[in-house]
């Protein structure tokens, strides 16, 4: 685990409100949309699949604003709800979490761990960038956590 400083993105994304506890059946429905968005759009995607976070917690009842999109090189006329947004610089503390997306949370709970016993104090926002995705299950899951820092 690492802290660094990331460059500005331009995201094309969909927003919307959904809380942890419902995070997998949000999610799945979004995913597809946004996938078949950029493709339709001919976005010229800069990455994978990223997942920003804005007000998560430890209660997963709470809910969130979830932001699931790509960075992308250039903006685009849009439409069906989506959004273009350029990032600011992103101080956070990263680590690579490899493995089925029900066990992630194992990964949390040491970066916060880490956080909390060397008074690192968060942002509002995390992301997960999906290096490698096959499907929730999957062993071969490898997502890069983005923790944003204070």
Known sequence: MEQVMLAPKLYFYL???TSLKNIMEY??????LA??????MNMEKTGP???IYFGATYDLEKEITLQIG?????????????RFRKSQDFKCLTNTYKGEMANSGNKYESL??????NSIKSSNEIREVYRCF??????N????????LV
Do not use: C, H, L
């Open 27 to 32: 999610a799945a429905a979004k995913v597809q």
């Open 49 to 51: 699949m990223e997942f």
């Open 141 to 148: 899951n490898v997502t890069e956590i983005q923790i944003g």
């Open 112 to 117: 916060f761990e880490y956080m909390w016993d």
């Open 70 to 82: 790509f960075p992308v090189k250039s903006e685009k006329p849009i439409e069906n709800g989506f």
């Open 35 to 40: 996938n078949a968005e950029a493709e339709r």
């Open 134 to 139: 096959e499907f929730p299950d999957s062993p």
């Open 15 to 17: 927003e919307g409100k």
